[in-house]
């Protein structure tokens, strides 16, 4: 855990070195965090918005390639598990942790929430019953795969441009 007694934030946060229990990904090659990544994990979470890290414990692990080559990280977010790979300095860890909790910040949010997002943003169902994505313009193109990647995507965004 990263020490820290009078930061709720940072007592709630787990840097792990192995892989995470019931891991989808077998492949995945998992390793420990250096004491240089540690500190700029504790950096970046301590000037992010409460919103994204108010979100209880957070179990953040560390691995060398995704099962999917162009991914910075993965998340469980039912678990509050983030993994970060070595793609992610290519991103940015900052943008990278930012687009994660997104996911599990959507995770919490009550169903009147992901409805205004729904509206908000130009979701809608097609006569097949599939939802699309009706905006013209949109952050990230993956953001037109579901609401809740394009709520990743915006908020990720938001913050860190």
Known sequence: MLKNPGDP???KVTPKNEMPLNWPNKTEKFK???AKDKKE??????????VLTQI?????????QSKWPENGATTAAEENIITVY????SYGLKKVLVHELSHILWKNLDRSNKEKYFSDADWALNTKGEVINQRAVISEEDG???P??????????LITN
Do not use: Q, Y
């Open 9 to 11: 934030i940072l007592s």
């Open 32 to 34: 420990r965090w250096t």
């Open 41 to 50: 994990l504790k950096l970046i979470l301590k000037s992010l918005p409460n």
């Open 56 to 64: 209880g414990e957070l179990k953040i692990f560390r691995a060398s």
């Open 86 to 89: 070595d793609k992610a300095e």
């Open 144 to 146: 037109r795969l579901s």
């Open 148 to 157: 809740e990647e394009d709520f990743a995507n915006n908020v990720e965004h």
